[in-house]
């Protein structure tokens, strides 16, 4: 089973940048499919970004050209980062991990976009 912790949470200023940590436990990080959603205050939680095991990528439309996944399957880590960020982008972050049979969560890391 994998475990999920998220980092690099914080405030930052609008157009500013953030890079987003999740390290999975667990030897078979490189069979499941890799995601970051959000979730604002009021809101339901939203995708950001996935990543497959082969390292096809899918953003919301909100963020592409400003955010980019990746991972590092040698790490067991995905990354997120954050670039010209706006205040909209204030949110909840959490790590995902799926695949069939298996949806995993981390606890979520707090970004906060603010003058």
């Known amino acids: 089973q994998v475990q999920l912790v998220e980092s690099g949470g914080g405030l930052v200023q609008p157009g500013g940048s953030l890079r987003l940590s999740c390290a999975a436990s667990?030897?078979?990080?490189?069979?499941?499919?890799m995601g970051w959603y959000r979730q604002a205050p009021g809101k339901q939680r939203e995708l950001v970004a996935t990543?497959?095991?082969?390292?096809?990528?899918n953003y919301a439309g909100s963020v592409k050209g400003r955010f980019t996944i990746s991972r590092d399957n040698a790490k067991n880590t995905v990354y997120l980062q954050m670039n010209s960020l706006k205040p909209e982008d204030t949110a909840v972050y959490y790590c995902?991990?799926?695949?069939?049979?298996?949806?995993?969560w981390g606890q979520g890391t707090q970004v906060t976009v603010s003058s």
């Open positions: 990543i497959t095991n082969g390292g096809s990528t």
């Open positions: 995902n991990a799926a695949r069939i049979g298996s949806d995993i």
């Open positions: 667990g030897s078979i990080f490189g069979l499941y499919a």
